[in-house]
């Protein structure tokens, strides 16, 4: 397989959504033009990103709806259910946790806090628990992914502690670079960057429009 870039990985989650959507419309067929339509990116562009997995429509026919959404999935590794937990039950933690988005491809099976405070609160019927039983819970309730939701300052202990309990995915959302062994996979959720963005894209529209177009 060829060097798949982030950005295409990013824009297989919008195609993913978009058919899901189309498959609950009714829709059997789309095409790469719709999908580019809807995802705000050329037609070039969808199909690029799905040659890089393999060869999934037919020229002059398009796309099975069901198909493509289920080839996403299994890409994605969406077609099994994640087991996650949340490090940091603040105000930021408690959010995710009322997240309702989680129910379909992630479970929440862990809530921690280093404040003992918090410990024994409850959230989706699971109470808050020290982070010194973070290892045992991994094992025991098979936890692969966590969310950080702590402050900068505790963030890359929290990630330590997270790598040596066998977590192999991180969501970081303090806004601080961490530092993991190759095997862990982190994604880093930077408001305050995405914010950034937003202002020089408004100020510079037109920079916008030729990276869409």
Request: net charge neutral; glycine share 8%; with cysteine.
């Amino acid at each position: 397989m060829a060097k798949v870039p982030s950005a295409a990985i990013s824009r297989l989650v919008t195609y993913l959504r978009i058919l899901e959507d189309l498959e609950a419309r009714g829709v059997n067929r789309t095409s790469s033009e719709q999908l580019s339509e809807e995802a705000q990116v050329t037609a070039f562009q969808v199909r690029k990103d799905l040659s890089y997995f393999g060869s999934y429509g037919t020229r002059g026919v398009g796309y099975t709806v069901p198909v493509l959404r289920r080839e996403l999935q299994q890409i994605l590794g969406l077609n099994r259910r994640w087991g996650l937990c949340i490090v940091g039950m603040g105000r930021l933690g408690q959010a995710l946790a009322d997240y309702p988005g989680f129910d379909e491809h992630f479970d929440l099976r862990g809530f921690f806090d280093i404040d003992p405070t918090k410990h024994g609160l409850s959230f989706r019927g699971i109470a808050v628990e020290s982070l010194e039983n973070l290892p045992r819970a991994v094992a025991e309730r098979r936890i692969e992914i966590g969310l950080i939701a702590v402050p900068a300052d505790s963030a890359q202990s929290v990630a330590n502690r997270m790598i040596d309990s066998g977590l192999r995915g991180i969501l970081n959302f303090a806004p601080v670079v961490l530092e993991v062994p190759k095997e862990v996979a982190v994604e880093n959720v930077d408001f305050l960057a995405g914010l950034s963005r937003l202002s020089f894209f408004i100020l510079n529209p037109r920079l916008r429009e030729e990276m869409i177009g």
